[in-house]
T-cell receptor, first 112, second 110 residues
Framework: AQSVSQHNHHVILSEAASLELGCNYS??????LFWYVQYPGQHLQLLLK??????LVKGIKGFEAEFIKSKFSFNLRKPSVQWSDTAEYFC??????????FGSGTKLNVKP | NAGVTQTPKFQVLKTGQSMTLQCAQD?????MYWYRQDPGMGLRLIYY???????DKGEVPNGYNVSRLNKREFSLRLESAAPSQTSVYFC?????????FGPGTRLTVT
């Protein structure tokens, strides 16, 4: 079965620090990759997505992610985090245009 | 244009009770999904419907049933609730490769 791994379960950063959250997925044919954010008490919102083309994708709120096919990875980055980035972040993979699989999530706590 | 709506927002059930979670979308999408979200486990797919009249099992279908009543509505039923079904349930509507999530239903089974 396909799987998505997020190795950082809880990350604590100070404002202005740089962020990188890891995401790895199991091989399963054609993949489309996503990062979602969930602010406390809210539903998931799309941060960015990768379908094809340039492996470095830019999303909303200054986030970006890099797809490295050889490593089955799609890591999320932000050069300088803000307190308002405190949230839970989920990596998701769409396999073969069929089913979505989510990682277990990373809780980010940004200290002001 | 409400997007994806879910009712109820909160529910408390006793073990063995039944209930139906409702989901509706007004975006004319064909595919709809039901997920449950548990701490440390992300979102897990319960059932999905690729089009009106079809439903398929996801990762964790046991204890649930679904109905795709029409293109707009996709309901999730718990026939005999168990404490292990305490969770937050999200419905999503899919257009192509993109998901649009509802606000969620927080269910507690005591």
């Amino acid at each position: 079965a396909q799987s998505v791994s997020q190795h950082n379960h809880h990350v604590i950063l100070s404002e202005a620090a740089s962020l990188e959250l890891g995401c790895n997925y199991s091989y399963g044919g054609t993949v489309n990759l996503f990062w979602y954010v969930q602010y406390p008490g809210q539903h998931l919102q799309l941060l960015l997505k990768y379908f094809s083309g340039d492996p470095l994708v830019k999303g909303i709120k200054g986030f970006e992610a890099e797809f490295i096919k050889s490593k089955f990875s799609f890591n999320l980055r932000k050069p300088s985090v803000q307190w308002s980035d405190t949230a839970e972040y989920f990596c998701a993979v769409l396999y073969n245009f069929n089913k979505f699989y989510f990682g277990s999530g990373t809780k980010l706590n940004v200290k002001p | 244009n409400a997007g994806v709506t879910q009712t109820p927002k909160f529910q408390v059930l006793k073990t063995g009770q039944s209930m139906t979670l409702q989901c509706a979308q007004d975006m004319n999408h064909n595919s709809m999904y039901w997920y449950r979200q548990d701490p440390g486990m992300g979102l897990r797919l319960i059932y999905y419907s690729a089009s009106e009249g079809t439903t398929d099992k996801g990762e964790v279908p046991n204890g649930y049933n679904v109905s795709r009543l029409n293109k707009r509505e996709f309901s999730l039923r718990l026939e005999s609730a168990a404490p292990s079904q305490t969770s937050v349930y999200f419905c999503a509507s899919i257009r192509g490769k993109e998901q649009y999530f509802g606000p969620g239903t927080r269910l507690t089974v005591t």
